[in-house]
């Protein structure tokens, strides 16, 4: 591995500062194209040319700059051009890569299908992480999942191996731990279509959620649009020690600027306190820094990264980046937007929830608390996992824990999951021990995927409706978001205290200060947890589970049945016809809490996410009617009839009938959920009127062809009534930074204006006139 790490970084150098990618040749031995298969660092960001950029840039502004302006700049499409006013200005970007989950791949390669292109412009993995739901065990729940879903697992096979895509098989791992172990590195730049895209800033590098049609504009080589982020810094001090872990640190962050605190912001940590961080604890830190709305997170490149590059086989670009080092940290004197200072030898676990990630309660406090509120107090199960903690320091950490109990015979008073994040991790954790621990503790270990942090579970030990709680180590914890089940109290902690906890069987018990029984009747205190960063010996990779697209392709053939119901070719949508919308019918006034979630569910809809018409059946159906406070009852105006909201849209577009959202605080929080876009743009929707908009939802609204509109003044949304019409003038004068305005049209004849504010730019305007950006890129080719 060293010589042929040796060998790309020579050439990276050889090919010089205007490089970005390379192919393979004929010179290279086939052991060398099995390994640049895998990990593909020649087509990363070059180093020498962000660092020319960086100088560009600095020079221009002339003060220094943050470690995420630096990787950030260092990849724009022209850095002496380039407007840069942080939170106001369109950046236009090169990211080095494209990574896509299953389930947002389908959607994503319909979507670069219908382009007409003949290969990705830049390198781009598929991960088959979404679609294993989790019921009986790892080995049985991967193989009924490769049944269940042989369909779209050769659709996105044979798309992957046609236009020159690398394909992950189900089993691989989850998305964001398989590109911490290949493609992350510090000063890469990286696309998504996952909202914790992030996790790979634990690596130094940036990492950025977004939709399928972010991803098709990068894989066709067009220049990435983001709006300039604003730079949160997160300054740690301290070390972590005892019950005190990485999670604890975005769980207190959470509960400080909330789930929305981080909007159009990159969170930078930084200070004397991040040596003290496992680069797998910084992945953490970062992969759940998507709960609070931001761009993304990174940390700065120290040790720890060097290490974890090693041992994952990358040490030559370990080598590279300590050239370049100076361009992976922060300028001295740089300057934040905002600053949050965290001790971590102050910082006491933490658990957050039920019903959102920021809720943010010390776990000593938490029994009370629950008591107070009303919140079951015996933890049904505890899981542990997921992408945020599935590493192998997360994995030896609870197995101490674990080993603790069996010592005094005793085992996990709830139910206990484990989920792998790779089969690199399942694989070592299992020659290590660990995997026994945690399975002869009580914990059953589920397949290398997303699985119940998806809502992938088939629970069955609770009824739906049934009052419960559960802990788990994953991101999110949204209402049903687990389990599909609305009265299930989701709380989200580190893996150590799901242990713990599920160990206990209760929510009242504080590892730190309580006691356990055994069952001798023995009382003990569990010890601090340890475990090893990384493993002593090399990790193992477990099963080969990668295709690498072959180098000739013309013979491939990508099937779609045209009567599949998981699977549908896409008609491009139709242009705007150069009027205003006049007289909308509002297809909802949503009350609250809006998220992808609610938007476009999970669970039991993700096998159609292939298919556009079928999944829109599941339109809003778990959004709140504030006529009503019911979930999928919506008044239908033309008829007076109530219905289901996708039932409704249907009526409404086959009358002709144009409608519109209204929606309250961070609609669209949540996932990276292309769908919850193009939905409403399928069945007829024309604009989305809210208080404030999550950042990749109004991205993704915009792609597609429609209006994401804000009101102006907030308490607005007060005057919209549900049997309202509502009209959106001003279009014909559509420009950056212009209102539009909707005229309001009671039912009792009176009207009323109201101001409303967009984000778009022009190229985003031009998206608006033709339709959808699909229809504006085919436009241009």
């Not at 096979?157 to 290949?182: D, M, R």
């Not at 509960?255 to 496992?278: F, Q, R």
């Not at 009303?374 to 997360?394: M, R």
């Not at 010890?527 to 072959?550: A, I, K, M, N, V």
Request: glycine fraction near 10%.
């Amino acid at each position: 591995m060293a010589s042929y790490c040796m060998t790309i970084t020579r050439l990276r150098l050889a090919l010089g500062t205007g490089a970005r990618r390379f192919h393979v040749s004929a010179a290279f031995s086939a052991k060398d194209k099995v390994a640049m298969s895998r990990f593909e660092p020649g087509s990363s960001v070059n180093y020498q040319k962000m660092h020319e950029n960086i100088n560009i840039v600095r020079r221009r502004l002339n003060r220094p700059l943050t470690l995420s302006e630096k990787i950030v700049y260092g990849h724009l499409d022209d850095p002496a051009g380039q407007e840069i006013d942080r939170g106001r200005t369109y950046l236009r970007l090169r990211p080095d890569r494209v990574a896509m989950q299953d389930a947002t791949a389908q959607m994503a390669m319909l979507q670069f299908i219908s382009s007409d292109l003949p290969k990705v412009a830049v390198p781009s993995t598929i991960h088959c992480d979404h679609l294993i739901e989790a019921q009986i065990g790892g080995a049985q729940d991967l193989q009924r999942a490769k049944e269940v879903n042989h369909e779209v697992y050769n659709f996105l096979a044979t798309a992957a191996a046609k236009y020159g895509v690398g394909f992950w098989k189900p089993g691989s791992g989850i998305i964001h731990q398989i590109i911490l172990e290949n493609y992350a590195y510090p000063g890469a730049m990286l696309i998504g279509t996952d909202s914790h895209t992030p996790n790979g800033g634990g690596l130094g590098a940036i990492c950025i959620g977004v939709g399928g049609a972010d991803a098709v504009d990068v894989m066709a080589g067009i220049p990435w649009e983001l709006k300039c982020p604003k730079v949160i810094g997160v300054r740690l001090t301290g070390t972590l020690s005892g019950w005190t872990s990485p999670k604890d640190v975005i769980l207190k962050v959470a509960g400080i600027l909330t789930v929305k605190g981080g909007t159009g912001a990159i969170v930078e940590y930084h200070g004397p306190g991040v040596d003290s961080v496992s680069c797998t604890g910084m992945a953490t830190i970062c992969n759940m820094g998507a709960e609070i709305g931001a761009t993304t997170s990174v940390f700065p490149y120290n040790h720890r990264m060097r290490t974890y590059l090693e041992k994952t086989g990358r040490g030559e670009i370990a080598s590279v980046a300590n050239e370049f080092k100076e361009d992976l940290v922060p300028d001295e004197g740089c300057e934040y937007d905002q600053v949050i200072d965290i001790n971590l030898s102050e910082l006491k676990p933490h658990i957050n929830g039920p019903f959102t990630p920021d809720l943010a309660h010390p776990v000593s406090e938490i029994g009370a608390i629950a008591k107070k509120s009303g919140w079951p107090l015996e933890v049904k199960v505890g899981l542990i996992g997921s992408c945020t903690n599935s590493s192998y320091e997360d994995m030896g950490r609870a197995a101490s824990l674990a080993k603790q109990a069996l010592d005094k015979g005793l085992k996990c008073q709830a139910q206990f999951t484990v989920t792998p994040g790779s089969e690199q991790i399942r694989a070592t954790i299992e020659r290590d021990g660990y995997a026994k621990i945690l399975s002869d503790v009580g914990g059953i270990v589920l397949a290398n995927a997303c699985g119940p942090c998806i809502g992938q579970w088939d629970r069955r030990d609770v009824k739906k409706g049934e009052k419960n709680t559960i802990v788990t180590s994953f991101n999110r914890n949204f209402t049903a978001r687990n389990d599909a089940n609305p009265a299930t109290h989701a709380f989200v902690t580190s893996p150590e205290i799901v242990t713990a906890l599920a160990l206990a069987g209760t929510l009242n018990f504080n590892p730190e200060t309580d006691y356990l029984t055994a069952p001798s009747g023995e009382k003990f205190k569990l010890e601090p947890p340890t475990g090893d960063e990384l493993p002593s010996r090399d990790f193992d990779p477990g099963q080969d589970t990668y295709q690498h697209p072959p180098s000739e392709s013309s013979t491939v053939k990508v099937d779609v049945n045209p009567s599949s119901n998981r699977l549908q070719l896409l008609e491009p949508f139709d242009k705007w016809n150069g009027k205003d919308l006049e007289d909308m019918r509002i297809l909802i006034k949503v009350k609250g809490k809006c998220t992808t979630d609610h938007i476009s569910a999970a669970g039991p809809w993700l096998k159609f996410r292939g298919h556009l018409d079928n999944i829109s059946n599941n339109l809003l159906i778990g959004a709140v009617n504030i006529e009503n406070d019911a979930v999928n009852k919506v008044k239908n105006l033309l008829t007076g009839e109530y219905g289901g909201v996708p039932d409704v849209a249907r009526f409404y577009k086959a009358n002709g009938v144009n409608w519109v959202v209204v929606g309250d605080e961070n609609y669209g929080e949540g996932s990276s959920r292309e769908h919850a876009a193009l939905e409403p743009r399928h069945l007829g929707g024309r604009a989305i009127i809210v208080k404030s908009f999550a950042r990749i939802h109004e991205t993704n609204l915009k792609k597609q062809g429609l209006l994401p509109l804000t009101f102006a003044d907030p308490s607005d949304y007060d005057k919209i009534l549900p049997d309202d019409k509502i009209s959106i003038t001003g279009l014909k004068s559509f420009a950056p930074g212009k209102p539009l305005t909707a005229v309001i049209k009671h039912c009792d004849g009176s009207q009323e204006s109201v101001s409303l504010n967009h984000t778009f730019n022009e190229t985003q305007i031009e998206w608006f006139k033709a339709g959808s950006a699909l229809n504006r890129m085919k436009e241009l080719q």
